[in-house]
């Protein structure tokens, strides 16, 4: 090698070592919080008087559209949506702003639990590696249950058994399809979606559950008519 080369190795083999330096503080600032995920769920869920719920008694109509509508590669991802971080890059760009998150459900559940609300580069970065982190030390099946466990729903309701029980008087588990799917809408805004006072946007936005739905061959757009007909028998609010 040419005494010109050398230098480039030199630079090389520091540009490692930063990022070897850089993982290893990473991972001893976050990890121990990483780990704590299913106690800072339980602590949240508890304080906000939730009811703690496992996928097993929540309606699968709910799960289904949740993950039809927040993240459709759920279960095929690394915590992290390559679609999703491009499209909110580019929309992020255009307007001059970091409003777009293209977040997983596992980026969504990191961020509440872990980050601060606000909208910055760092924060993103932080994110996307906590999220690949997460998802090599939790099952798909834990992260969803922690999920549906501490996501705001609107109406000073955290997590779907709470939810349930606030906007329809019942269980997560007895839930019907177009419960279940007017409930999955309602992260992208809790309480701009919240029924009891906006009930046509919540309608609205239900809709659109339903068409995320019959594009991932969930259901067939028949079903998402009957469901969309069928009554909610909201407790606040006379249809």
Do not use: C
Request: charged share 15%.
């Amino acid at each position: 090698m040419t005494k010109r080369g050398r230098p480039w190795v030199k630079w090389w083999i520091w540009v490692l070592v930063m990022f070897i330096g850089f993982l290893a503080a990473f991972y001893v600032r976050y990890w121990s919080a990483l780990t704590s995920l299913p106690t800072r769920v339980q602590s949240r869920t508890l304080a906000h008087h939730g009811i703690p719920v496992t996928l097993t008694h929540v309606s699968p109509w709910f799960t289904k559209a949740l993950i039809a509508t927040e993240d459709r590669s759920f279960y095929r991802n690394w915590g992290i949506s390559f679609e999703g971080i491009g499209r909110a890059l580019v929309v992020d760009i255009r307007t001059g702003s970091f409003a777009q998150g293209g977040s997983t459900i596992t980026q969504q559940l990191i961020r509440d639990l872990l980050l601060s609300p606000h909208k910055t580069i760092p924060r993103k970065v932080t994110g996307t590696l906590l999220a690949l982190m997460a998802t090599v030390l939790y099952s798909k099946r834990q992260i969803l249950t922690m999920y549906i466990n501490e996501v705001y729903l609107g109406h000073n309701s955290y997590g779907v058994g709470r939810a349930a029980k606030t906007y329809f008087g019942r269980s997560a588990a007895n839930l019907s399809p177009a419960q279940a799917t007017l409930l999955a809408g309602l992260p992208q805004a809790p309480s701009a979606l919240n029924p009891d006072n906006h009930y046509h946007q919540a309608k609205a936005r239900q809709w659109e559950v339903l068409e995320s739905m019959v594009s991932d061959h969930v259901i067939t757009l028949h079903t998402a008519h009957h469901i969309y007909s069928s009554p909610l028998d909201l407790i606040g609010v006379k249809e």
